[in-house]
Nanobody, 122 residues
Framework: QVQLVESGGGLVQAGGSLRLSCVVSGSVFRINGMGWHRQVRGNQRELVAG???????NYGEAVRGRFTVSREKANQTLFLQMNSLRPEDTAVYFCNADVIPHSSDYPAFNYWGQGTQVTVSS
C-alpha cells in the first residue's frame, strides 16, 4: 500500500511564508511525476505546481514566481515553498504522485494525500 502524507500547513499572515512537505511511503518501486493541487470548498481542485522525475517544473498562473516546488528522491519527499502568501492562497493543499508500486511488473497509479489546510489572514 502506498501512502502520501502532507504536513506543514497552518495559519500565516499575508506576506508570510510556509513550507509544505509530502512523504511517500509503502511499497514503492518508482515515483514518476509529483505535484501539489489546492481546493477551496465548493470549487474545483486546481494545479499549484508539478515536478517530473527529471526535475522539470510547472506552476499554476496564480502562484508562479511566489511558490517553488522541489523533491528529494532519496527520502521520497516533495516540498512546496510558499512565499508572499495572499489571502486567496487559503485552501486545502493536496500532494499527488504517479507511483509504480512493488515492481516494474505493475503499472503506475496516481495517489493522493489527505490534504493540509493553509489559511492566510489579511
Amino acid at each position: 500500500q502506498v501512502q502520501l502524507v502532507e504536513s506543514g500547513g497552518g495559519l500565516v499572515q499575508a506576506g508570510g511564508s510556509l513550507r509544505l512537505s509530502c512523504v511517500v511511503s509503502g511499497s514503492v518501486f518508482r515515483i514518476n511525476g509529483m505535484g501539489w493541487h489546492r481546493q477551496v470548498r465548493g470549487n474545483q481542485r486546481e494545479l499549484v505546481a508539478g515536478i517530473t522525475s527529471g526535475g522539470f517544473t510547472n506552476y499554476g498562473e496564480a502562484v508562479r514566481g511566489r511558490f517553488t516546488v522541489s523533491r528529494e528522491k532519496a527520502n521520497q519527499t516533495l516540498f512546496l515553498q510558499m512565499n508572499s502568501l495572499r489571502p486567496e492562497d487559503t485552501a486545502v493543499y493536496f500532494c499527488n504522485a504517479d507511483v509504480i508500486p512493488h515492481s516494474s511488473d505493475y503499472p503506475a497509479f496516481n495517489y493522493w494525500g489527505q490534504g493540509t489546510q493553509v489559511t492566510v489572514s489579511s
